[in-house]
């Protein structure tokens, strides 16, 4: 059987499985139902909070469903719906079709931020950067692999991009950095806190504003096609069977399979086993209709593991809280890599270690600067102690041990110079300021930086390297830009560039469809 009919396969069991509720494999039964429930209520009242934006969201009711649009996009996160919004500018017509209950997808867990080079809000903070040099930094991030093009495009778009989400309300003007990176170009939501339900619920706002029709619960099963032309969709909705929908442009922006462990386990047999940070519906069902259609795809295999995610619920601790300067200690208390390094490196130093764990460790300045910490505190994940001694018994580590890393840090961060471990970015403050805090992470299954080929216009591409008429894509469903690895704060900053571009371009398109 050739591969493409294998994951094919693969796909259509794992999305049925997710339907019937036993598609996560991350997700656990609760077997202490009962017990500790003032502490569980807390843990549940964190995981509203922050899904609730989308939650609370009033989707459009089935009976208003047209039987054709002039855009069709498929999938409801950032990429979406940036589509969606350019496409509506362009004078068209466009809706989105979303499978899972609620908008936001993937986006909606995003936390460090949205990288852009020679930004407005770079200037007025003082911080020089260069276009030539976030290409640079990305390329040697993802092993010199990325697709040149589309990194080139991706750069010297990253800063209109912030200006279009300012100019849409959607404000990141508070500025941290990422590993891999020399500048300070992570851009924040102002009170410093995590950027995907910020952008999440303000993209839903100015898709509601502006009368685009989203429906949810709309699970998109095929692609359809007239002489080799897109022209539609055919969409099973959970509570009114399948339709078909017409268009004139056909925009797929499902997210990758970073949720699917069926094709993790294909394409990655050494990550099965490994949590995963992905919602639910992260199945690459998408890349299955594409390769329908004739798309091909590319590194497939390049799955990110992500090196800071706390396990016990599959939760991503961003990047931002390294960024503001915490470290990473093993459970003798000691640092043991550059926490600002490429997350492919810091997951390799943490998986040296016989327990495969480490803990962040941070302060009250930390805290107050990496506003998701809040986050991480309701949902039960932070331990807080007044002195290092005390953080030390309660996480199980040497007290005199994690003093003296801790004042040797503190010493590297005076110095300006690590000697240790050579970081040199995110050593503007001292770990001085009580309380102490720690997290227990390991790695998790984050990103799939493969997927369907597209060039600079989002068209999807054939075996051949030409557009297939009418189809355009967005966002982590397709592959090349990463490619061997993601410079963390690049994905939010893909499916803005590139959710644009693909509502410009399909709408182009629309405009000269017969």
Same mark, same amino acid.
């Given at each position: 059987?050739?591969?493409?009919?294998?994951?094919?396969?693969?796909?259509?069991?794992?999305?049925?499985?997710?339907?019937?509720?036993?598609?996560?494999?991350?997700?656990?039964?609760?077997?202490?139902?009962?017990? /500790?429930?003032?502490?569980? &209520? &807390?843990?549940?009242?964190?995981?509203?909070?922050?899904? =609730?934006?989308?939650?609370?969201?009033?989707? $459009?009711?089935?009976?208003?469903?047209?039987?054709?649009?002039?855009?069709?996009?498929?999938?409801?996160?950032?990429?979406?719906?940036?589509?969606?919004?350019?496409?509506?500018?362009?004078?068209?017509?466009?809706?989105?079709?979303?499978?899972?209950?609620?908008?936001?997808?993937?986006?909606?867990?995003?936390?460090?931020?949205?990288?852009?080079?020679?930004?407005?809000?770079?200037?007025?903070?003082?911080?020089?950067?260069?276009?030539?040099?976030?290409?640079?930094?990305?390329?040697?991030?993802?092993?010199?692999?990325?697709?040149?093009?589309?990194?080139?495009?991706?750069?010297?778009?990253?800063?209109?991009?912030?200006?279009?989400?300012?100019?849409?309300?959607?404000?990141?003007?508070?500025?941290?950095? $990422?590993?891999?990176?020399?500048?300070?170009?992570?851009?924040?939501?102002?009170?410093?806190?995590? %950027?995907?339900?910020?952008?999440?619920?303000?993209?839903?706002?100015?898709?509601?504003?502006?009368? @685009?029709? @989203?429906?949810?619960?709309?699970?998109?099963?095929?692609?359809?096609?007239?002489?080799?032309?897109?022209?539609?969709?055919?969409?099973?909705?959970?509570?009114?069977?399948?339709? $078909?929908?017409?268009?004139?442009?056909?925009?797929?922006?499902?997210?990758?399979?970073?949720?699917?462990?069926?094709?993790?386990?294909? %394409?990655?047999?050494?990550?099965?086993?490994?949590?995963?940070? /992905?919602?639910?519906?992260? $199945?690459?069902?998408?890349?299955?209709?594409?390769?329908?259609?004739?798309?091909?795809?590319?590194?497939?295999?390049?799955?990110?593991?992500?090196?800071? %995610?706390?396990?016990?619920?599959?939760?991503? @601790?961003?990047?931002?809280?390294?960024?503001?300067?915490?470290?990473?200690?093993?459970?003798?208390?000691?640092?043991?890599?550059?926490?600002?390094?490429?997350?492919? =490196?810091?997951?390799?130093?943490?998986?040296?270690?016989?327990?495969?764990?480490?803990?962040?460790?941070?302060?009250?300045?930390?805290?107050?600067?990496?506003?998701?910490?809040?986050?991480?505190?309701?949902?039960?994940?932070?331990?807080?102690?007044?002195?290092?001694?005390?953080?030390?018994?309660?996480?199980?580590?040497?007290?005199?041990?994690?003093?003296?890393?801790?004042?040797?840090?503190?010493?590297?961060?005076?110095?300006?110079?690590?000697?240790?471990?050579?970081?040199?970015?995110?050593?503007?403050?001292?770990?001085?300021?009580?309380?102490?805090?720690?997290?227990?992470?390991?790695?998790?299954?984050?990103?799939?930086?493969?997927? %369907?080929?597209? /060039?600079?216009?989002?068209?999807?591409?054939?075996?051949? #390297?030409?557009?297939?008429?009418?189809?355009?894509?967005?966002?982590?469903?397709?592959?090349?830009?990463?490619?061997? /690895?993601?410079? #963390?704060?690049?994905?939010?900053?893909?499916?803005?560039?590139?959710?644009?571009?693909?509502?410009?371009?399909?709408?182009?398109?629309?405009?000269? =469809?017969?």
């Amino acid at each position: 059987m050739p591969k493409t009919t294998k994951i094919g396969l693969i796909l259509t069991l794992s999305i049925l499985l997710i339907m019937t509720g036993c598609g996560n494999k991350s997700t656990k039964p609760d077997t202490n139902a009962g017990k /500790n429930n003032t502490a569980q &209520e &807390e843990k549940d009242k964190g995981k509203k909070d922050a899904t =609730s934006g989308a939650s609370m969201a009033k989707y $459009t009711p089935f009976d208003e469903l047209k039987d054709s649009y002039d855009v069709v996009i498929v999938g409801a996160g950032g990429a979406g719906m940036s589509a969606a919004l350019e496409a509506k500018a362009a004078g068209m017509n466009p809706v989105i079709l979303e499978k899972m209950p609620v908008a936001g997808g993937n986006t909606s867990k995003a936390s460090s931020g949205m990288n852009a080079s020679e930004t407005k809000f770079q200037k007025e903070q003082g911080i020089s950067d260069r276009n030539d040099l976030f290409y640079e930094e990305t390329l040697k991030g993802g092993h010199n692999t990325n697709n040149k093009e589309m990194l080139r495009f991706f750069v010297d778009h990253s800063a209109d991009a912030i200006d279009w989400l300012d100019s849409n309300g959607i404000t990141l003007n508070n500025l941290t950095i $990422t590993g891999g990176m020399s500048e300070k170009r992570t851009h924040r939501p102002k009170d410093g806190s995590a %950027v995907g339900q910020y952008l999440v619920t303000g993209l839903l706002k100015k898709v509601q504003e502006q009368g @685009i029709p @989203i429906f949810v619960n709309a699970n998109v099963k095929e692609i359809t096609k007239r002489d080799g032309k897109a022209n539609g969709v055919k969409v099973l909705f959970t509570q009114h069977g399948e339709k $078909t929908i017409a268009a004139k442009s056909v925009v797929i922006t499902a997210g990758g399979f970073g949720a699917n462990m069926d094709i993790i386990a294909q %394409v990655r047999p050494d990550l099965e086993g490994y949590v995963t940070t /992905n919602q639910a519906g992260s $199945t690459g069902d998408g890349i299955n209709m594409i390769e329908k259609m004739g798309g091909t795809t590319v590194d497939m295999d390049q799955i990110q593991v992500h090196p800071t %995610v706390q396990q016990e619920n599959s939760y991503l @601790i961003g990047e931002a809280v390294r960024g503001e300067g915490a470290i990473l200690i093993s459970s003798k208390g000691k640092r043991f890599i550059n926490e600002m390094a490429a997350r492919d =490196s810091v997951t390799a130093a943490i998986n040296k270690m016989p327990e495969k764990k480490a803990f962040l460790i941070f302060d009250a300045g930390v805290k107050s600067r990496a506003k998701a910490v809040e986050q991480y505190e309701k949902m039960g994940f932070v331990k807080a102690k007044d002195t290092i001694k005390a953080l030390a018994a309660d996480i199980g580590v040497p007290a005199d041990q994690l003093q003296k890393t801790l004042d040797s840090w503190n010493s590297a961060v005076k110095n300006k110079k690590d000697a240790e471990f050579g970081r040199k970015t995110g050593m503007d403050h001292e770990l001085s300021a009580a309380p102490y805090y720690a997290i227990r992470i390991g790695p998790g299954i984050h990103y799939t930086m493969g997927g %369907v080929k597209i /060039n600079t216009n989002t068209e999807v591409l054939d075996k051949n #390297g030409k557009p297939i008429p009418g189809l355009f894509a967005a966002g982590e469903v397709t592959g090349g830009l990463h490619g061997e /690895n993601r410079i #963390g704060g690049n994905s939010i900053a893909e499916i803005i560039i590139f959710g644009r571009q693909a509502g410009i371009k399909s709408s182009e398109y629309a405009k000269t =469809s017969k």
